[in-house]
């Protein structure tokens, strides 16, 4: 059974920046196309990025677009999703995803089977 690991929330100030990490065990993360989603309170969960299993593609939701990337270390079996020029806006429950093969053009929850746990990112203003 694929697991997700995700470290690297927190606090932060507007403007600030802030890297997540998901560790992915129990498959073969070279296979694993991966997406970030977030939840803010009251809403329903969204797409923020997703890249290709080999790492070639990426996509971008349009509010997170110049100032999040994503990217996956197939060696360490971590994806990532370097967050900069954070606002308040930007403040949610952040979750990983993983799929099997994915070609990193998946937006919705469905779209994926493996979940991280969740982390909490604040952003101050």
């Known amino acids: 059974q694929v697991q997700l690991v995700e470290s690297g929330g927190g606090l932060v100030q507007a403007g600030g920046s802030l890297r997540h990490s998901c560790a992915v065990s129990g498959g073969t993360f070279s296979k694993n196309g991966m997406g970030w989603f977030r939840q803010r309170p009251g809403k329903e969960r969204e797409f923020v990025a997703a890249i290709s299993y080999g790492g070639g593609f990426t996509n971008y939701a349009s509010a997170v677009r110049g100032r999040f990337t994503i990217s996956k270390d197939n060696d360490k079996n971590t994806g990532y999703l370097q967050m900069n020029s954070l606002k308040p806006e930007d403040t949610a429950v952040y979750y990983c995803?993983?799929?099997?093969w994915g070609a990193g053009t998946g937006t919705l929850p469905s779209s994926y089977p493996f979940w991280g746990q969740g982390t909490q990112v604040t952003v101050s203003s």
């Open positions: 995803a993983a799929d099997v």
